[in-house]
């Protein structure tokens, strides 16, 4: 059982960053791809970034490529999120997820969630 826990979310303004961290404990990190996802109120969970497990390759939204980089510390367990160049519409619950299968962009196929941090950007 892994549990994750998101830090970092806030308040900023347009144009500014933000840096979310995740922290995860009681399972072997390195067996798992981390991803970052971010929901709306009344939309459905959507995907942002994934790192895989030895932290070699990303992927990313198209609505974020360029803006947004996912990295990963094997050796603290952490995982993170800096994202730069907000836009109001980057506002959501962010939520790290871990992921023991292959690469997918579908909040169903990964395992383990943490509960989420608040991201709100104004213009």
């Known amino acids: 059982q892994v549990q994750l826990v998101e830090s970092g979310g806030g308040l900023v303004q347009a144009g500014g960053s933000l840096r979310l961290s995740c922290a995860a404990s009681?399972?072997?990190?390195?067996?798992?791809?981390m991803g970052w996802f971010r929901q709306t109120p009344g939309k459905e969970r959507e995907f942002v970034a994934r790192?895989?497990?030895?932290?070699?390759?990303?992927y990313y939204a198209d609505s974020v490529k360029g803006r947004f980089t996912i990295s990963r510390d094997n050796a603290k367990n952490t995982v993170a999120l800096q994202m730069n160049s907000l836009k109001p519409e980057d506002t959501a619950v962010y939520y790290c997820?871990?992921?023991?299968?292959?690469?997918?962009?579908?909040?169903?196929?990964?395992?383990?969630w943490g509960q989420g941090t608040q991201v709100t950007v104004s213009s």
């Open positions: 790192v895989t497990r030895g932290g070699g390759r990303t």
């Open positions: 997820a871990a992921d023991g299968g292959s690469v997918s962009y579908s909040p169903a196929s990964y395992d383990y």
């Open positions: 009681g399972g072997t990190f390195g067996n798992y791809a």
